[in-house]
């Protein structure tokens, strides 16, 4: 079974500064997928970023970045200009590429705080 | 509608009740998934529809939890005989029938508190 870690509970970033919040996982997969999922106060799930494990290349998305590194089994994100509204929940999540069931298995979570 | 959504937003019971819990997935969307988020923890799988397709009832934690979902759409989620342990909030996402890069669309959660 795959597992997903998230080893920091908490992570707090200056506004205006960057941060990068770590996540590792765990599976005997080649073909996978991976994910961070941003839960605001309102409970919503938000997917933030996505990277294909067979692409080499890093994804980005505006402020967003990860840096994948498939052989340490490593997603980390990188979050460049932290604004106020970036303060959430979280959550790396990794999914099978193989199989019906599509399902996400999430790491526990990191709370990131912003400081005006 | 534009995205997922859930009733009620809150639910309080006594333990011992059931409880029914309800998705509305996008329009459109053939999978749904349910999950559950217990305090200070990730989400973990409960269980998962596809089209007309038998589900995968794999994550549920007990007999004491079951799911249906009518006309391929809204989805509901049956909590009998509720335990202090059932308090969690529980979230629906649903996809679209789309490439393998397709993204789970969540809804804003049931927060489920059993006295």
Known sequence: ??????????????????????????????????????????????????????????????????????????????????????????????????????????GKGITLSVRP | GAGVSQSPSNKVTEKGKDVELRCDPISGHTALYWYRQSLGQGLEFLIYFQGNSAPDKSGLPSDRFSAERTGGSVSTLTIQRTQQEDSAVYLCASKGLAGVTDTQYFGPGTRLTVL
């Open chain 1, 1 to 106: 079974a795959q597992t997903v870690t998230q080893s920091q509970p908490e992570m707090s970033v200056q506004e205006a500064e960057t941060v990068t919040l770590s996540c590792t996982y765990d599976t005997s997969e080649s073909d996978y997928y991976l994910f961070w999922y941003k839960q605001p106060p309102s409970r919503q799930m938000i997917l933030v970023i996505r990277q294909e494990a067979y692409k080499q290349q890093n994804a980005t998305e505006n402020r967003f970045s990860v840096n994948f590194q498939k052989a340490a089994k490593s997603f980390s994100l990188k979050i460049s200009d932290s604004q106020l509204g970036d303060a959430a929940m979280y959550f790396c999540a990794y999914r099978s590429a193989s199989g019906a069931n599509s399902k996400l298995t999430f």
